[in-house]
């Protein structure tokens, strides 16, 4: 199966230890996205959360910004702004200015809020954030199509006459999608107002089984609206740790994934639905944690890929620490050296002139060692006794 052109990048809640030194864990963040810009990969979604002590970035915009100045040619999104915390009207704007400060870099990733505690401590029920959210991304739809001023009143915000007084950067809008878990919330309102897709859900036992179901739902509510979904704003979210064999990247992340599942998801979580109780064991065998070698992940993904029928545009890695800083740096290293080129079609031409020149070397090289032996007797000198050999020899690999 071809993918030229999959990108690849980071889904960065992030994931630390509560305890762990909260400034110095920001810094490693920022750091792990200007390694990750150096590396060549594409994109960074960077979350918001507001409470249990582990996802400690409150704001994806100010991240964005300071990000952007340390980093190139990076994608910059959030993932996500959790919308029903927000009026959409300073969604909006906020992005417009970060579109524009980064001439281009910016993306926007939208959700009703992963955390339960956060939606607790603003009074907001959790049985309404799901609608929240569609009404407010419909609103920040409308007003960056700049079409007409929106006027719009639910029980929660309003907007009158309201428009936005810069225009995005981006030629036809910044990217906007729309993160997907369990529920078909994320794909109906992607469908309904044109988003791409954050399938986080891919990364969880049983959701690669439900990926191309989920699509063919979001296609079929797009229609509903006049709109067509395309696969390259489609993002799959797994979990991915690689090193130099598959024993050693076990090794690498049995502690630090173990940590994650009992002292986060567990016992400050209470375990979430969908959420196992031995998620690396389930997610090394259902595929949906990739763990080992260059090889073994790269299987991995195409197997992935395969779930989806017809393929997607990106695949972003959930940032964790499960292993110490110099392995994790070392994963997304070996990832970009020997997985990423067999996706993005980087090395077909690097290959295939090595194989030319191997399938013709006789052809190629061998009239080179008649030409070194004139060049020696023309200078009136002995021919080496190691070309002589090779001339007897018929040896034509080496000059």
Known sequence: MAHDGLRFGVFLAPFHRAGDNPTLSLHRDLELVQWLDH??????WIGEHHSAGWETIASPEIFIGVAADR???????????SLPYHHPLMVAQRFVQLDHMTRGRTMLGVGPGALVSDAYMMGIDADSQRRRMDESLGAIVALLAGKDPVTMKTDWFELRE???HLKPWTKGGFPIAVASVTTPAGWLAAGKHGCGVLSIGAGVPGG??????SWAMAEAEAAKYGRVMNRDNWRLVINMHCAED??????DVRYGERKETVEYFSNTLGRPPMRSEDPLREGLESGTTLVGSPDTVAGGIERMLAHTKGGAGAVLFRSHEWANREQTLRSYELFARWVMPRFQGSTESTIGSRDWCSENRAGIFGPAMGALKKAFVDAGQDVPDMMRMRLHTGETETV
């Open 39 to 44: 590396l060549g990969y594409d994109e960074a």
């Open 71 to 81: 980093t190139k040619t990076i994608m910059l999104g959030s993932g996500v702004t």
């Open 162 to 164: 309201a428009r936005l």
């Open 208 to 213: 690669p089984a439900k990926l191309a179901d």
């Open 246 to 251: 598959d024993e050693q990247a076990l090794q």
